[in-house]
């Protein structure tokens, strides 16, 4: 009697398990699908003021390190991070962005400017050691724009760089209380195996004015640099020679697709709108493409990523479709990323960096373009 109960119980047992539908598979959270904090940038290491992508590396720099993927002494495969801390002397905190190149990095420090080829970054015989007073004896503070807003220094196609400053006598004596002076540094970047940085040449430009002028924007056109101030925009070519190229300003400068392009500020040039211009010659001229652009847009960075446009406003990231006759915005979807002020943006190999002021954060290039939701 026992033994048949227990037959009967294990074939129940059997039959309802038998009837039980199977639990369906819990589906594996993609990460790819949110912005990720990189590890590697924790603690003094997360204010993060700038980046830099080509084919060949990555960097990003902070404000005690710049870290490289592949390292300069790593095989080209490797794309795991070096930091070189003798590198990121930014005595300046927040005020200047590192400047970064395939070629090399400078920093803007409060006593010198400090260069150092990417090929070898922290030798002492390769890096470039430029005190202030020896660009010019006069020279008092930088006068570039504030790193929220744009580029410190630019460098042309040349390996020239151009630095924003104050001086506190002209050579005459004069005191140039309203005058905006520039530096040109037109630098060697030697090939292997030498690797160092040595400055050929300084040019000291001075551009006088009535009123106190001071440079809103900064960017490299080819051979070309374009200075825009309070008081018009600037075309500075390599042998030092500039001039008015706009009686307007640009707010915001930026290269997208290898063609200069500016937002306008208004002024009485433009019955007092905001324009998105255009200039096919390297800053020579100008042609206005947008007319009536929203206030918004002379707040933004904007940053080459791959083949898109995109602009950063606080935390937010945008993708930018620039037609000859639309313009048209989208929102990105930044879940992860939220409260972190964006400071720069990068894509290397498969995925994008975005550089903020507490930490760096990833994402896959396949999911980085997706719109925010509603």
Sequence with gaps: ???????????????????????????????????????????????????????????????????????????????????????????????????????????????????????????????????????????????????????????????????????????????????????????????????????NKIRLINIPNSTYIYAVNLCSAGDNFIVSTNEGTYLVTPDGAYRQSSQSTMAKLFIYNGVLHGVVSPSSYNNFKYQLATSTNQGNTWVVIGDELPATYSRLLYKQVGKDLIAIYGSQLFLLRLTPNNLTTTELDRNGLEGNQITSIAQFRNTVYVSTLSGIFTKPARTFLTPKKN
């Design 1 to 199: 009697m026992f033994q048949q109960r227990y037959v009967y119980l294990l074939l129940g047992s059997l039959l309802l398990n038998a009837c039980k539908q199977p639990a369906p598979d819990e589906p594996t959270p993609d990460l790819g699908a949110s912005w990720q904090t990189h590890p590697n940038f924790l603690y003094s290491w997360k204010i993060q003021l700038n980046s830099f992508a080509d084919s060949n590396r990555i960097m990003l720099a902070g404000t005690t390190t710049i870290a490289m993927a592949p390292g300069a002494e790593n095989p080209i495969t490797d794309t795991s991070f070096v930091n070189y801390g003798g590198v990121a002397q930014n005595l300046g905190g927040l005020n200047v962005r590192p400047i970064l190149t395939s070629a090399f990095m400078a920093n803007l420090t409060q006593r010198a400017v400090i260069i150092s080829p990417t090929t070898d970054p922290v030798g002492d015989y390769t890096k470039c050691y430029i005190p202030l007073t020896s660009i010019d004896s006069g020279f008092t503070e930088y006068a570039s724009p504030n790193f929220y807003l744009g580029e410190s220094a630019v460098v042309n196609q040349r390996n020239q760089l151009l630095i924003p400053y104050r001086r506190s006598r002209l050579p005459d004596g004069s005191l140039p209380s309203s005058n905006l002076s520039l530096a040109i540094l037109s630098l060697n970047v030697s090939a292997l195996p030498e690797k160092a940085i040595r400055v």
